[in-house]
Every structure is written in C-alpha cells, then in structure tokens.
C-alpha cells in the first residue's frame, strides 16, 4: 500500500506539474499574440563590473603607505600591515582581492569601494613576442 502511495503521489505531482508549464506556456503565448516580445537566455545573468570612476580622492592600493591605509574606514594597524603584506606577495589587481588578506571580507571590501583604486600596468605581447608595458587610466572601486 505504501509503494502505491509514492506511484499516486509523483503522479499527481506530475499533473501539477504539467499543469503549471501549460499555464505558463498558454500566459506567454497570449502575451506574443498581442506584440509582447520576450528575451530568453539560457546561460545565467551576469553582473556588469562597477563603474570606472577617476582617483580623485582616493588612494592607490599597490603604493599606499601604512599611514594612508590606516586613515581608510574600518583599517587599523593591524589590517594595514596585513594589506602591505598580502602585496609584495602578489599584486592588488581587483578591491576584491582584498579578501585574500585575513580580516577582510565583503562587508569591509564593499565600505572600501570608491575610497581607494587599483592602478596596473599590463604586459602586452607585441608581433615579435616581447613584452610592452601598458598602463590603463586608474580605476576606482
């Protein structure tokens, strides 16, 4: 008795089921008729990146001295020396790789957009293989 249960209970939630996706389908329909147009995407949404702003204000992560640091939001001594630390073993290129230094999470990266900016020089390969410093306009986070 209790196998037919389970067979009568997925059978009534397949009707549902079914139910709900003609529902669905009949209400899209309706709305093509009547000029409506729909955008479908099967690959999931994607964030745009903040907007570039210029440094005016703010300080540079790479090159910020202790000091400097220390005077952000919610940056203390400790904190500070974590982020010079956390540099000279790789780079900032993004606030958010903020993270990578302990005490630092998104609440806090999220306080920090706007106050400071990352600025990076990339290597770009020329047509003979070397490598060209290319310095994009600094970027605030």
């Known amino acids: 008795m209790n196998r037919t249960r389970k067979i009568a209970s997925a059978a009534l939630m397949a009707c549902c089921l079914a139910l709900a996706v003609f529902a669905g389908v009949s209400a899209m329909l309706d709305s093509l008729q009547q000029g409506e147009t729909w955008n479908v995407s099967l690959s999931p949404a994607v964030k745009p990146p903040p907007a570039a702003a210029t440094p005016n204000g703010g300080i540079e992560l790479n090159t910020a001295t202790r000091e400097q640091l220390m005077g952000l939001t919610g940056i203390g001594e400790h904190l500070a020396e974590a982020i010079i630390a956390q540099r000279e073993i790789n780079p900032f290129y993004f606030v958010e790789d903020l993270k990578a230094v302990s005490g630092i999470g998104d609440r806090r990266v999220e306080a920090l957009r706007g ?3 990352i600025k990076t020089a990339t290597p770009i390969p020329s047509e003979d ?13």
Request: charge should be negative; glycine fraction near 6%; charged fraction near 5%.
């Open 129 to 141: 293989g070397h490598l060209i410093e290319a310095t994009p306009a600094p970027v605030t986070f």
């Open 115 to 117: 106050l400071v900016y």
